[in-house]
């Protein structure tokens, strides 16, 4: 074979990576189930004796790797269920990976995306005082363990640029420009395929 087959994440490691991109994955080693918290829409539409007994661990203890959440048959972490999760009402020896389109809009719509965007863009904050490059340079260290080509470097500068001149940030906001660029790093497929 003249090349290696892209294999994607497992849902498990995705969501560790984002956590660990946005420098708050806990170092947990053991302990009780942690129940993560469910957006109101899964919570109407779970089924009221899956959702009953759901308590939300403090969000301190999410931040722990996936391993340690709660699996209930019957509810499952959207997250993960998206990206494949094993079924434990149907083991099978071998995990299956597909590739859907509501796997990008996970990415794309998810708080629990959001939050970790937010995260990293308060991680980067330190350095605000450091040139537009520079910080570029430290996210893509962070996010893809390499240095960004001069090409990445400027399509996120126009991208940024093009954010501040939009209707919809003209109040100057910095941090939410950064957030919006960090959203779009945790979505794309260097982070969750290994080459």
């Known amino acids: 074979l003249w090349r290696q087959t ?4 497992d849902a498990e490691a995705i969501r560790d990576t984002l956590l ?14 942690v129940w993560p918290s469910l957006s109101q829409e899964v919570r109407d539409a ?19 790797r996936s391993i340690y959440l709660i699996n209930k048959r019957s509810l499952r972490v959207p997250i993960l269920e998206v990206f494949d999760m094993v079924d434990s009402n149907a083991p099978v020896g071998q995990r299956p990976s ?22 990293l ?18 996210l893509w260290q962070w ?14 500068l126009a991208y940024l640029e093009s954010i501040a ?13 950064w957030v919006r660029l960090c959203h779009a790093l945790l979505n794309t497929n260097e982070l969750i395929y290994v080459d």
């Open 121 to 138: 863009a308060k991680r980067l904050q330190p350095y605000f005082t450091d040139s537009k490059q520079s910080r570029l340079q430290r």
């Open 20 to 33: 660990y991109v946005g420098g708050n994955l806990s170092d947990m080693q053991s302990g009780p189930s």
């Open 98 to 119: 597909t590739t859907t389109s509501l796997q990008s809009l996970m990415l794309l719509n998810d708080g629990f995306v959001e939050r970790q965007a937010e995260q």
């Open 165 to 177: 001149t939009s209707a919809a940030e003209q109040d100057g906001n910095e941090k939410r420009m």
């Open 143 to 156: 996010v893809y363990q390499r240095a960004a080509s001069n090409e990445e470097i400027d399509a996120c």
């Open 6 to 9: 892209l294999r994607r994440l």
């Open 46 to 64: 779970a089924n009221p004796v899956s959702i009953h007994d759901w308590v939300d661990s403090p969000v301190e203890q999410q931040s722990c």
